[in-house]
Every structure is written in C-alpha cells, then in structure tokens.
C-alpha cells in the first residue's frame, strides 16, 4: 500500500507546473488515515494548486480498490482536474483533458446489434 502511496504523490509532483522556478512549496492540507485492514484514505493539497485525495477499500484477492481525484494547474493557469477507480479492470481516469474515441460508424453499430440479437436467440458460430 505504501508503494500505491508513493505512486500516486508521483503523480502529483510530476504534474506540478514546471514553468514557475519555486524553491518552496506549502504543504495547506495533509490528511491521512490508515485502518489496517486495507481501508485508507488521503488528502493533500499544496499552495501551487496541487491537490489528491484517494478513499482505498480491500479488494477482490488481496488487491486495492481505489476512488479518487487529483488536480494541477497547466501552463496556462486553468485547473486540470483527473477523476479516477482503480480496481480489478485497472486505472479508469475521467477528465475533460483525456482524448476520446471517435465515435463508430453507423454500419459497425447495426453489425453489433446484429450480433446481440443473434446471441440473444442462442445463435454461436464455430471458430
């Protein structure tokens, strides 16, 4: 859980502006609570606009669930804010700033409510 900890403040520090030469930075909020029992949660928040907070729950065989959010300033002085779970299906961030999918074609769409139909009628073909 410590190395999940150090990750994550890894994260902030990589995301802190690097245009501004600060030699110090104000720690305005740290808390941290440890359960033992594999529940956690954090929140720190820096002068600079940095900012994390993450609730940690046990998760399916021995692993770490996690809920959170992080936010930085960018070069041109708006907040960027990542929403994000960890859990058994992996690191699913939600941001405006994160690229999206193009959107599938009209055709690709009608083959997969096809193919749902086909499976709902018990259809299956061999490979």
Known sequence: MKLVLLACLAVIVAAAPQHEEREHVEL????????GDGNFNFAIEAD???AMSVVGTPGAEGGVNMEGSY???LGDGTVAEVTFIANENGFQPQSDLLPTP???PAHVNELLRIAEE???QGITFER
């Open 102 to 104: 193009h959107p599938l």
């Open 118 to 120: 086909q499976r709902a």
């Open 48 to 50: 600079n606009g940095v």
């Open 28 to 35: 305005l909020r740290d808390e941290r609570v440890d359960n």
């Open 71 to 73: 936010r930085f300033l």
